[in-house]
């Protein structure tokens, strides 16, 4: 439920829900779904949530209960931090001719790999008895912001108050970080 709910948080303030609203657009066709952008979406996201699920389980064996704990906190201060940033249209991947499934896997996955959310799922697979749901989590919290986007379309995604959604979602994931730092180390 915590990967649910932080990947909805943290995917929705990324730009890989800008590129789904901006690749939406262009493959639209009237009363057409984009399901086959959301399939994409999908894909791309459990691989790379796969990968951050992967990384924590290599370093679990060499943490203590409590070094996890402050590496969530670690994962959540920097997404925290992280989402209070503006952030800037991503590329519109117009000379792309790779079709559009390739486009959208491929530049989903590009515009998601590295990103807060899977350094969160690392943490969380780390202290997890099941990592693997992490993952599963993530990926259906992420496409609770993405799956929007892409029905939304360019223009009402990008006239949502991002200014004021950005700060609440920062505050949030800063404070729970804080919290379960101080919590690590014994000082509340």
């Known amino acids: 439920m915590a990967a649910l709910v932080l990947g909805a948080l943290t995917q929705g303030t990324e730009r890989t829900p800008w590129l789904a609203a ?27 949530y796969a990968i951050g699920v992967a990384a924590g389980m290599a370093l679990t064996t060499l943490l203590t209960p409590a070094a996890k704990q402050l590496l969530l906190a670690l994962a959540l201060v920097l997404a925290g931090v992280g989402t209070g940033w503006r952030v800037k249209r991503p590329d519109d991947l117009a ?8 486009t959208a896997l491929a530049g989903l996955f590009i515009m998601a790999f590295g990103d807060r959310m899977q350094f969160i799922v690392a943490a969380l697979a780390i ?37 004021a ?3 609440s979602v920062a505050a949030i994931l800063t404070v729970a970080g804080i919290i379960l730092g101080l919590s690590a180390v014994s000082l509340i």
């Open 22 to 48: 901006i690749l939406a657009d262009r493959w639209r066709r009237p009363g057409r779904m984009p399901l086959l952008l959301i399939v994409a979406a999908m894909l791309a996201l459990a691989i790379n």
């Open 95 to 102: 000379g792309w001719r790779v079709g559009r499934t390739v």
């Open 127 to 163: 202290r997890s008895p099941l990592p693997w749901a992490s993952a599963v989590g993530a990926t259906i919290g992420a496409l609770a912001a993405i799956a929007p986007a892409a029905l939304l379309g360019e223009a009402a995604w990008c006239a949502l108050p991002w200014r």
């Open 165 to 167: 959604i950005r700060l």
